[in-house]
């Protein structure tokens, strides 16, 4: 199984990032799929939630600003981050978890965004 992420990078601070994570080995219909992001000296935390009935999740510091959805590739989940503020710098990890037991998760080997001017 792999989770292979791409499109973080640098960005000034009211601009757009696009992450992308592409699901080799599992179909991910029957998975949680999730991005979360660690900032240094911090602890890893859920940014957006995406599950195949269309039901998205989003904490409350990216709400309003970033949107989770499956990509144009099937086994694909895209993460579109506008608005972006300095403290969205962090290295965003994409993750999945299976729906049922005995529920097992995969993660990602991350992208880091730097949002500065």
């Known amino acids: 199984v792999q989770l292979v992420e791409s499109g973080g990078g640098l960005a000034q601070p009211g601009g757009s990032l696009r992450l992308a994570c592409v699901v080799e080995g599992i179909d991910m219909m029957f998975y949680a799929m999730d991005w979360y992001r660690q900032a240094p000296g911090k602890q890893r935390e859920l940014v957006a939630r995406?599950?195949?009935?269309?039901?998205?999740e989003y904490s409350e510091s990216v709400k309003g600003r970033f949107t989770i959805s499956q990509g144009n590739f099937k086994n694909s989940v895209v993460l579109q981050m506008d608005s972006l503020k300095p403290e969205d710098s962090a290295v965003y990890y994409c993750?999945?978890?299976?729906?049922?037991?005995?529920?097992?998760?995969?993660w990602g080997q991350g992208t880091q965004v730097t949002v500065s001017s």
């Open positions: 993750h999945a978890q299976r729906d049922y037991a005995p529920r097992p998760e995969y």
């Open positions: 995406w599950r195949r009935d269309t039901i998205t």
